[in-house]
């Protein structure tokens, strides 16, 4: 579930169900005011609500201060081990400080820091590190650590609530996609603060962006996560900031820029469409709107399942047609559809989003595709769409679904004589498979 309290950071809102927030953080040296804006300006461009910088010096918290003042989108301060760089940052005017309480010098530290922020009306974003657990949870790490990890991060929630101090939110940070996804279900469960979600030191931009994926959508899509922060190892931080949307496109839970549709390809393709696809993807990072693109490799199936798309096109050997909404617009040489494809997507815009239809050409490529399609090949779709059909149709499947979603504790020993097992999150962090809580 959402969280229930919201905090402001900057004007973007954080928690208590609105839309989740995007945020990244910057790679350069903070200080490097040139690098650093540059950079920030780019991930701003590219969807970021919010980014962060590290404070690791002096001269950083200085930075902060232009920073602060020229970014277009809030800055939060990262700060490690140092509570006096913390209070610089909020002095600095820093939209939001992030700190691991357990890292900055005793509780002493902690309660200053605190009693600045509130004077400033500064969130906090506090967190938990699996690396950095407190001595006395070693041992429940070693045994349960997702128990160690929520009991940490409750801890310092306990902290922060006994300095009267509610304006925060709360992140546990992990390396493990299991671990990430049990204890952020348990402690949302525990807690009414926004969570910051995010899988730590992910790794490059292939695998960590698919370890996100996994650990971030799980997490959304059950409703937990206020904001998110992707991490890969790539010094472009607008690479972060894309696949955070794109899990947040695909979960439908934000829309921002188009939506590009494009088949698996098989044996039937004739052209070069990873290049194509490649093209169409790269020119729609132009384009703001959500228009959903279409791009198939084959025109054997018709227009098929991209009926729906705003534009697409569909290929062959020599020659290609551009369609909308299912309907077939022009055919072109194949080597032009990519060029063809924008000019119509122009057209619709210059016409205030209105498809221009020629019907000589429209007619031209009707015949086309009649001639193109095939009615009686199996194809991937076709495949697709038939056992789909065929599942709906069959009532031993729905008899078997049915067993399966019963509760496991209703489920008596099966053939084998065996007892349904009754998976307990909170002892195993791979246990926890429910999709959604009910
Ligand atoms: S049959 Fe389907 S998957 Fe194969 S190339 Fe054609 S559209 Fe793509």
Same mark, same amino acid.
């Given at each position: 579930?959402?969280s229930k309290l919201q905090i402001d950071?900057?004007?973007?809102?954080?928690g208590g169900?609105?839309? @989740?927030?995007?945020?990244?953080?910057?790679?350069?040296?903070?200080?490097?005011?040139?690098?650093?804006?540059?950079?920030?300006?780019?991930?701003?461009? #590219?969807?970021?609500?919010?980014?962060?910088?590290?404070?690791?010096?002096?001269?950083?918290?200085?930075?902060?201060?232009?920073? @602060?003042?020229?970014?277009?989108?809030?800055?939060?301060?990262?700060?490690?081990?140092?509570?006096?760089?913390?209070?610089?940052?909020?002095?600095?005017?820093?939209? &939001?400080?992030?700190?691991?309480?357990?890292?900055?010098?005793?509780?002493?530290? @902690?309660?200053?820091?605190i009693?600045?922020a509130k004077?400033?009306g500064t969130p906090l974003?506090v967190?938990?590190?699996?690396?950095?657990?407190?001595?006395?949870?070693?041992?429940?790490?070693?045994?349960?650590?997702?128990?160690?990890?929520?009991?940490?991060?409750?801890?310092?929630v306990a902290l922060m609530e006994q300095l009267d101090f509610q304006n925060f939110k709360v992140?546990?940070?992990?390396?493990?996609?299991?671990?990430?996804?049990?204890?952020?279900?348990? !402690?949302?469960?525990?807690i009414p603060y926004p969570?910051?979600?995010?899988?730590?030191?992910?790794?490059?931009?292939?695998?960590?962006?698919?370890?996100?994926?996994?650990?971030?959508?799980?997490?959304?899509?059950?409703?937990?996560?206020?904001?998110?922060?992707?991490?890969?190892?790539?010094?472009?931080?607008? %690479?972060?900031?894309?696949? =955070?949307?794109?899990?947040?496109?695909?979960?439908?839970?934000?829309?921002?820029?188009?939506?590009?549709?494009?088949?698996?390809? &098989?044996?039937? !393709?004739?052209?070069?469409?990873?290049?194509?696809?490649?093209?169409?993807?790269?020119?729609?990072? #132009?384009?703001?709107?959500?228009?959903?693109?279409?791009?198939?490799? &084959?025109?054997?199936?018709?227009? *098929?399942?991209?009926?729906?798309?705003?534009?697409?096109?569909?290929?062959?050997?020599?020659?290609?047609?551009?369609?909308?909404?299912?309907?077939?617009?022009?055919?072109?040489?194949?080597?032009?559809?990519?060029?063809?494809?924008?000019? %119509?997507?122009?057209?619709?815009?210059?016409?205030?989003?209105?498809?221009?239809?020629?019907?000589?050409?429209? =007619? %031209?490529?009707?015949?086309?595709?009649?001639?193109?399609?095939?009615?009686?090949?199996?194809?991937?779709?076709?495949?697709?769409?038939?056992?789909?059909?065929?599942?709906?149709?069959?009532?031993?499947?729905?008899?078997?679904?049915?067993?399966? !979603?019963?509760?496991?504790?209703?489920?008596?020993? *099966?053939?084998?004589?065996?007892?349904?097992?009754?998976?307990?999150?909170?002892?195993?962090?791979? #246990?926890?498979?429910?999709?959604?809580?009910?």
């Amino acid at each position: 579930m959402a969280s229930k309290l919201q905090i402001d950071v900057g004007g973007v809102p954080i928690g208590g169900g609105v839309p @989740v927030a995007v945020q990244t953080m910057t790679k350069t040296e903070t200080a490097n005011l040139a690098a650093t804006m540059d950079q920030i300006r780019t991930v701003a461009d #590219a969807g970021a609500d919010i980014v962060r910088v590290a404070v690791p010096r002096e001269q950083d918290a200085e930075a902060l201060k232009t920073i @602060v003042a020229s970014s277009p989108i809030p800055v939060v301060a990262d700060i490690h081990f140092n509570h006096t760089l913390a209070l610089k940052a909020i002095e600095a005017g820093a939209h &939001c400080v992030r700190l691991n309480p357990g890292n900055i010098g005793g509780p002493e530290k @902690v309660a200053e820091v605190i009693a600045l922020a509130k004077r400033t009306g500064t969130p906090l974003r506090v967190g938990v590190n699996s690396g950095s657990l407190p001595k006395h949870l070693r041992q429940l790490e070693y045994d349960n650590p997702v128990e160690a990890l929520v009991t940490a991060a409750i801890e310092t929630v306990a902290l922060m609530e006994q300095l009267d101090f509610q304006n925060f939110k709360v992140s546990m940070k992990s390396t493990s996609v299991p671990n990430t996804i049990a204890s952020n279900r348990m !402690l949302s469960e525990r807690i009414p603060y926004p969570l910051h979600l995010g899988v730590t030191e992910a790794g490059t931009k292939w695998s960590g962006s698919l370890k996100s994926a996994v650990g971030l959508g799980t997490l959304l899509a059950d409703g937990i996560g206020d904001t998110i922060r992707i991490s890969l190892s790539t010094f472009h931080a607008e %690479e972060e900031v894309k696949v =955070a949307w794109e899990i947040l496109k695909a979960l439908k839970l934000r829309e921002r820029g188009p939506v590009l549709i494009a088949c698996p390809t &098989c044996g039937r !393709l004739q052209f070069d469409m990873d290049t194509v696809v490649a093209e169409v993807e790269r020119r729609l990072e #132009a384009y703001e709107d959500p228009v959903e693109v279409s791009v198939l490799g &084959c025109a054997v199936n018709g227009i *098929g399942e991209a009926r729906h798309a705003d534009f697409g096109i569909t290929g062959a050997k020599d020659m290609g047609m551009i369609y909308s909404k299912g309907e077939p617009l022009k055919k072109v040489p194949t080597e032009q559809l990519v060029d063809e494809l924008f000019k %119509e997507i122009d057209r619709y815009y210059a016409a205030g989003r209105k498809v221009q239809r020629d019907e000589g050409a429209a =007619a %031209e490529a009707r015949a086309w595709l009649a001639e193109n399609e095939d009615a009686t090949a199996m194809t991937p779709e076709r495949i697709a769409s038939l056992e789909a059909a065929a599942a709906e149709s069959d009532a031993t499947a729905d008899a078997v679904l049915d067993s399966m !979603l019963e509760p496991a504790g209703a489920v008596g020993p *099966g053939p084998g004589g065996s007892a349904a097992v009754e998976l307990d999150e909170s002892v195993s962090p791979v #246990a926890g498979r429910r999709f959604s809580r009910g």
